[in-house]
C-alpha cells in the first residue's frame, strides 16, 4: 500500500509518501509545498492546490493520511490552515483517494507508542522504524512521514481488519 501522508500548513505543507508491506514500511519520497509570505493568500491557496494536484499524480497513493486540525491559542492561523487543509482535500478528492484523518495524539500512539510523546521523541521514532540515516528535513515532512506511518499502522491492525 503506497500512503501519503500530509502535515496540512499555508506557509509550509509538509509531505511523505511511504510504502507498507507485511509490516514493514520504507520512505518513498517526502517533502514540503512552500508559499511565500507577505504573498496574496488566495494565491497562496491556489499555489497550494496546484502543488497538491502534481503531487497525487506523482505520489500514485492508495490512501491519504492527513493531520486533523488542532485550534490552539491562535485563531486566526487556525482560520488559515483550515483554509489551505480544505484546498488540500479539494485535490485528493479529484484524484479519488480515500482520505484518513488522524489527530495529533493518534499519530504519536501509533509511532511511539505514547499518545503524550513528544516531537522529538516522534521524530527519532519515525527515523527508527524507516532505518533512515537522518529524520527528513523539513520538520513539516517529517510530520507527514509519521502521519503516513500512523495510517500504515493503524489500517493494519486487527481492529481495523476485523472492521472491514
Known amino acids: 500500500m503506497r500512503i501519503l501522508g500530509i502535515d496540512p500548513g499555508y506557509g509550509i505543507t509538509g509531505f511523505g509518501i511511504i510504502e507498507a508491506q507485511r509490516g514493514a514500511c520504507r520512505l518513498l519520497r517526502c517533502g514540503a509545498i512552500t508559499t511565500p509570505p507577505n504573498t496574496d493568500f488566495n494565491w497562496r491557496l491556489g499555489e497550494i492546490y496546484n502543488n497538491m494536484t502534481e503531487l497525487m499524480q506523482l505520489a500514485r497513493a492508495d490512501a491519504v493520511a492527513i493531520e486533523e486540525l488542532f485550534f490552539g491559542n491562535n485563531v486566526t492561523t487556525g482560520i488559515k490552515v ?52 537522518a529524520v527528513p528535513k523539513p520538520d513539516d515532512a517529517a510530520d507527514a512521514v509519521a502521519i503516513a506511518l500512523c495510517h500504515a499502522r493503524s489500517s493494519t491492525s486487527l481492529l481495523a481488519l476485523a472492521q472491514k
Do not use: C
Open 82 to 133: 483550515a483554509q489551505a487543509r480544505g484546498v488540500i482535500l479539494l485535490a485528493v478528492q479529484q484524484a479519488g483517494v480515500p482520505v484518513y484523518e488522524y489527530k495529533p495524539m493518534q499519530v504519536k500512539q501509533a509511532v511511539v507508542g505514547y499518545g503524550n510523546a513528544s516531537k522529538h521523541q516522534v521524530m527519532d521514532m519515525t527515523k527508527r522504524i524507516l532505518n533512515l540515516p
